[in-house]
């Protein structure tokens, strides 16, 4: 294979390789093999341009144009002239196509399903990022530059999963990128012309080129750096703070959280995916639970507070982390005198739900999980450490359902000054108008509950908004003045702008996102599911600590004490939950085989298998995919100890018995004996030089490997067996030689340090021979090829040119 050639193939799997990270952002990822496809066409094209060879523009336009007919076939074959050729029809509906995968893209939560504008847009990204690195590193011959759109094409998958494109992923680009350098040094390498003594690597060792002495040193010196830059690049990044990722679904951790007893947890921006969740098509359950409230309407599950606005977005603040304590402490600002209800609830998280903050009722007291998972006290927050997440979590929260009345939270003090200072921040950038509409707004109110409650119902009754998630999720301090203005969009708006308002007017305020309730089932459970997905402000009130509120109209609950009459009542007795509907999750499997997993979240199928279907549902480990990685661990953890296992058994082949042979068969197994002692002495340090007499290899053997006593005896003896062999008119057959072999290996073994020893047993220095072989094999077959090819060509050719001459 030419060096452009070879160079040409680097770049196409290279451009595969960091495709990869794209894979798991839609499902399924069959679009893979079409970019693959065009690519290979893109290829072969530039590969016929360069041969004839064509300018370099020329060749450009020419691969342009097979991508420009490669998809219009796969995507705008019906619109398009016989199928291929792009007429203004197919342009136009390719447009549209690419329009419509735009919103699709806006529109899904990761993964997202694969429709065609989706695949079009990916299958398109990625044969542009092709064509430009086959150009950049083929037709210009500037490999190092073709990273940047790697990069690019890596750091896009990254971007859209929310920092979840995984080490695998990273590993896999790079490894595509160190392959493109090599190909090309290779490439620069060999237009020097052939090294001297070259060609003994097939099968004489002894010269320095053989034994990768200097004449190789700059490919062995580039290799080196590449493997060393590559393991920097993977594990700096572990010693390194860690970037938040996705609040809803996805790997990436929402929170960086450190081990140990310390740490902080870092900055989350949830909004692009709370409104993907809630648009999705197909609400999907995200964790099921029971509880003892006997009224679930204010049960919302909360996840993380919004308490930092700096203009441009709500965010969270970077706070320190401790592990979670037996009893959580007592919720800031909580007055005694405030009738509370101790509930307990029991939840199942499903398989497909994974992410780092534990959904929980607020206020927490004590929560019973297992695995890595860290306190946050200023917002009450559990966080995953050490990429432990959601997924199937089972766990029990003991949380306070507070219920001031109107009465108590209108008499209610003035906050901490800290506490104020703090949660009254608006930025400078924040329009007039918010202001002064929370002041037209609350006006006539006599104290922070009234124009905390003026706010909410302006918002959710008397204001005109209306509910739409289509809406774009700005969240700056113009868009929340955009919101007041055009009164259109979903809970995000909602309480970002109310929590914003009434920071305006000296209300400490925070945002929390989380869940809703979610839906009773007929077996007592409620479900949770992913269009339950919401936002809501949380206000301050000394006495009552933080407060929920709900703006957002038609969703939600309003909480009582927003209302007129505040519903009375006592407060229970500690949580017990009742026989009939159990709080704690039932992992008994389903007593109908009948029971389909859309029955089971539905709650259709019985008390038991209700809550199990949160996780025998399908969503379990598919026995093929398991299968499949088993193995693919198994051969990457057997990769290292390949070159032993091919020397193991080299050698067993080379010391057979020493059964009767036939007398022609003496002579190869003499030479093979000494074969593997020359390799032994190389796996130990000393190389091999056929160019020496075997009397001088042996004695030199002796020299470097510091043989004493029968092991250096024994190198001598095989010698004068070889020289028998060699020279002799009529060779003695000689015996033993496999135990002097043998012997000659301890002599070696004793001889030698621990780190040689080592070296010689897991990465033997002869095993090279086996990549020797393999290059030699794939020389010769592609010889053949060539001479065939050659061979058919001339008899093709051949009557044409007879009859040409006839003819002249």
Same mark, same amino acid.
């Given at each position: 294979?030419?060096?452009?050639?070879?160079?040409?193939?680097?770049?196409?799997?290279?451009?595969?390789?960091?495709?990869?990270?794209?894979?798991?952002?839609?499902?399924?990822?069959?679009?893979?093999?079409?970019?693959?496809?065009?690519?290979?066409?893109?290829?072969?094209?530039?590969?016929?341009?360069?041969?004839?060879?064509?300018?370099?523009?020329?060749?450009?336009?020419?691969?342009?144009?097979?991508?420009?007919?490669?998809?219009?076939?796969?995507?705008?074959? !019906?619109?398009?002239?016989?199928?291929?050729?792009?007429?203004?029809?197919?342009?136009?509906?390719?447009?549209?196509?690419?329009?419509?995968?735009?919103?699709?893209?806006?529109? @899904?939560?990761?993964?997202?399903?694969?429709?065609?504008?989706?695949?079009?847009?990916?299958?398109?990204?990625?044969?542009?990022?092709?064509?430009?690195?086959?150009?950049? *590193?083929?037709?210009?011959?500037?490999?190092?530059?073709?990273?940047?759109?790697?990069?690019?094409? @890596?750091?896009?998958?990254?971007?859209?999963?929310?920092?979840?494109?995984?080490?695998?992923?990273?590993?896999?680009?790079?490894?595509?990128?160190?392959?493109?350098?090599?190909? !090309?040094?290779?490439?620069?390498?060999?237009?020097?012309?052939?090294?001297?003594?070259?060609?003994?690597?097939?099968?004489?060792?002894?010269?320095?080129? *053989?034994?990768?002495?200097?004449?190789?040193?700059?490919?062995?010196?580039?290799?080196?750096?590449?493997?060393?830059?590559?393991?920097?690049?993977?594990?700096?990044?572990?010693?390194?703070?860690?970037?938040?990722?996705?609040?809803?679904?996805?790997?990436?951790?929402?929170?960086?959280?450190?081990?140990?007893?310390?740490?902080?947890?870092?900055?989350?921006?949830?909004?692009?995916?709370?409104?993907?969740?809630?648009?999705?098509?197909?609400?999907?359950?995200?964790?099921?639970?029971?509880?003892?409230?006997?009224?679930?309407?204010?049960?919302?599950?909360?996840?993380?507070?919004?308490?930092?606005?700096?203009?441009?977005?709500?965010?969270?603040?970077?706070?320190?982390?401790?592990?979670?304590?037996?009893?959580? =402490?007592? =919720?800031?600002?909580?007055?005694?005198?405030?009738?509370?209800?101790?509930?307990?609830?029991?939840?199942?998280?499903?398989?497909?739900? !994974?992410?780092?903050?534990?959904?929980?009722? @607020?206020? *927490?007291?004590?929560?019973?999980?297992?695995?890595?998972?860290?306190?946050?006290?200023?917002?009450?927050?559990?966080?995953?450490?050490?990429?432990?997440?959601?997924?199937?979590?089972?766990?029990?929260?003991?949380?306070?359902?507070?219920?001031?009345?109107?009465?108590?939270?209108?008499?209610?003090?003035?906050?901490?000054?800290?506490?104020?200072?703090?949660?009254?921040?608006?930025?400078?950038?924040?329009?007039?108008?918010?202001?002064?509409?929370?002041?037209?707004?609350?006006?006539?109110?006599?104290?922070?509950?009234?124009?905390?409650?003026?706010?909410?119902?302006?918002?959710?009754?008397?204001?005109?908004?209306?509910?739409?998630?289509?809406?774009?999720?700005?969240?700056?301090?113009?868009?929340?003045?955009?919101?007041?203005?055009?009164?259109?969009?979903?809970?995000?708006?909602?309480?970002?702008?109310?929590?914003?308002?009434?920071?305006?007017?000296?209300?400490?305020?925070?945002?929390?996102?989380?869940?809703?309730?979610?839906?009773?089932?007929?077996?007592?459970?409620?479900?949770?599911?992913?269009?339950?997905?919401?936002?809501?402000?949380?206000?301050?009130?000394?006495?009552?600590?933080?407060?929920?509120?709900?703006?957002?109209?038609?969703?939600?609950?309003?909480?009582?004490?927003?209302?007129?009459?505040?519903?009375?009542?006592?407060?229970?007795?500690?949580?017990?939950?009742?026989?009939?509907?159990? *709080?704690?999750?039932?992992?008994?499997?389903?007593?109908?085989?009948?029971?389909?997993?859309?029955?089971?979240?539905?709650?259709?199928?019985?008390?038991?298998?209700?809550?199990?279907?949160?996780?025998?549902?399908?969503?379990?480990?598919?026995?093929?995919?398991?299968?499949?990685?088993?193995?693919?661990?198994?051969?990457?953890?057997?990769?290292?100890?390949? =070159?032993?296992?091919?020397?193991?058994?080299?050698?067993?082949?080379?010391?057979?018995?020493?059964?009767?042979?036939?007398?022609?068969?003496?002579?190869?197994?003499?030479?093979?004996?000494?074969?593997?002692?020359?390799?032994?002495?190389?796996?130990?340090?000393?190389?091999?030089?056929?160019?020496?007499?075997?009397?001088?290899?042996?004695?030199?053997?002796?020299?470097?490997?510091?043989?004493?006593?029968?092991?250096?005896?024994?190198?001598?003896?095989?010698?004068?067996?070889?020289?028998?062999?060699?020279?002799?008119?009529?060779?003695?057959?000689?015996?033993?030689?496999?135990?002097?072999?043998?012997?000659?290996?301890?002599?070696?073994?004793?001889?030698?340090?621990?780190?040689?020893?080592?070296?010689?047993?897991?990465?033997?220095?002869?095993?090279?021979?086996?990549?020797?072989?393999?290059? !030699?094999?794939?020389?010769?077959?592609?010889?053949?090829?060539?001479?065939?090819?050659?061979?058919?060509?001339?008899?093709?050719?051949?009557?044409?040119?007879?009859?040409?001459?006839?003819?002249?």
């Amino acid at each position: 294979m030419s060096g452009r050639a070879r160079l040409t193939l680097a770049a196409w799997g290279a451009t595969l390789m960091a495709a990869g990270a794209l894979l798991p952002l839609v499902k399924p990822a069959t679009w893979i093999f079409t970019a693959a496809f065009v690519l290979a066409l893109v290829s072969g094209v530039g590969t016929l341009a360069r041969r004839v060879p064509l300018a370099r523009p020329l060749t450009l336009l020419a691969q342009a144009v097979v991508v420009l007919l490669a998809l219009t076939l796969f995507f705008a074959r !019906e619109q398009a002239i016989l199928w291929l050729i792009p007429g203004p029809q197919a342009l136009a509906y390719t447009s549209e196509l690419f329009r419509a995968g735009v919103e699709d893209v806006g529109r @899904y939560a990761i993964p997202a399903p694969d429709t065609a504008g989706i695949r079009l847009m990916l299958v398109g990204g990625v044969v542009a990022i092709g064509l430009l690195v086959d150009a950049l *590193a083929v037709t210009f011959r500037r490999a190092a530059p073709a990273g940047l759109p790697l990069l690019a094409l @890596y750091s896009v998958a990254a971007g859209l999963s929310g920092g979840g494109a995984g080490w695998l992923w990273f590993l896999l680009a790079a490894s595509g990128y160190l392959l493109l350098l090599l190909a !090309e040094g290779r490439d620069r390498l060999s237009q020097w012309g052939r090294v001297f003594g070259g060609a003994q690597r097939s099968g004489r060792p002894g010269s320095s080129v *053989a034994s990768g002495g200097p004449a190789f040193a700059p490919v062995r010196t580039g290799r080196r750096i590449g493997v060393v830059a590559m393991g920097v690049a993977m594990v700096v990044p572990l010693a390194l703070p860690g970037l938040s990722g996705g609040l809803f679904g996805g790997s990436g951790g929402a929170g960086g959280a450190g081990g140990g007893k310390g740490g902080t947890v870092s900055a989350v921006n949830p909004l692009v995916s709370l409104q993907e969740n809630l648009r999705q098509p197909e609400d999907r359950e995200v964790l099921r639970y029971r509880t003892n409230a006997r009224d679930t309407s204010g049960l919302y599950l909360r996840l993380v507070a919004l308490d930092q606005f700096d203009g441009a977005s709500w965010k969270s603040s970077v706070r320190p982390i401790e592990d979670v304590p037996k009893q959580l =402490p007592w =919720p800031q600002g909580l007055a005694q005198s405030v009738r509370i209800t101790e509930v307990t609830s029991n939840f199942v998280a499903s398989d497909a739900y !994974e992410q780092k903050w534990l959904p929980m009722p @607020y206020p *927490a007291g004590r929560v019973d999980i297992g695995g890595s998972w860290r306190f946050e006290p200023a917002g009450r927050m559990i966080v995953g450490d050490n990429d432990q997440t959601t997924r199937g979590a089972r766990y029990q929260v003991s949380s306070l359902d507070v219920q001031p009345s109107s009465a108590q939270l209108a008499a209610a003090g003035p906050a901490p000054e800290k506490l104020r200072a703090e949660y009254t921040k608006v930025p400078e950038s924040l329009p007039a108008d918010v202001r002064a509409t929370a002041l037209d707004v609350t006006k006539g109110a006599r104290n922070d509950y009234e124009r905390a409650v003026k706010l909410q119902d302006w918002f959710a009754e008397d204001g005109g908004f209306r509910y739409d998630v289509e809406v774009g999720s700005g969240t700056g301090a113009q868009a929340i003045s955009r919101f007041l203005k055009e009164k259109e969009g979903f809970c995000v708006h909602f309480s970002f702008s109310m929590a914003a308002m009434a920071r305006s007017l000296g209300i400490p305020a925070r945002v929390a996102v989380g869940f809703m309730p979610g839906t009773t089932q007929t077996d007592g459970s409620v479900s949770v599911g992913i269009r339950d997905a919401h936002a809501w402000p949380e206000l301050y009130f000394e006495g009552a600590g933080w407060t929920r509120f709900e703006p957002t109209p038609s969703r939600g609950s309003t909480p009582a004490y927003t209302r007129t009459n505040t519903p009375s009542g006592t407060a229970t007795g500690p949580a017990q939950p009742q026989q009939s509907a159990s *709080a704690q999750p039932s992992a008994a499997p389903s007593a109908s085989e009948s029971c389909t997993p859309q029955m089971r979240r539905l709650g259709d199928c019985g008390p038991d298998a209700a809550v199990a279907g949160a996780e025998s549902d399908g969503s379990g480990p598919d026995p093929l995919k398991v299968v499949l990685i088993s193995l693919g661990v198994l051969v990457v953890l057997a990769l290292p100890f390949l =070159p032993m296992l091919w020397r193991t058994r080299v050698r067993g082949r080379r010391l057979g018995s020493d059964g009767a042979r036939a007398p022609e068969d003496l002579a190869a197994r003499t030479l093979a004996v000494w074969q593997e002692i020359n390799d032994t002495a190389w796996d130990y340090g000393v190389e091999p030089d056929e160019s020496r007499t075997p009397r001088k290899t042996a004695a030199r053997i002796v020299r470097l490997g510091e043989l004493r006593g029968e092991p250096a005896d024994a190198v001598h003896r095989v010698a004068g067996a070889v020289e028998e062999v060699l020279y002799s008119p009529r060779p003695r057959p000689a015996t033993g030689l496999a135990e002097e072999a043998v012997r000659i290996r301890a002599g070696f073994h004793a001889s030698a340090g621990r780190k040689a020893r080592l070296r010689a047993r897991l990465a033997p220095r002869s095993a090279v021979r086996l990549r020797w072989a393999a290059s !030699e094999r794939w020389s010769s077959v592609t010889t053949a090829w060539s001479l065939r090819r050659h061979t058919l060509v001339s008899r093709v050719t051949t009557p044409f040119r007879r009859t040409s001459r006839e003819a002249g």
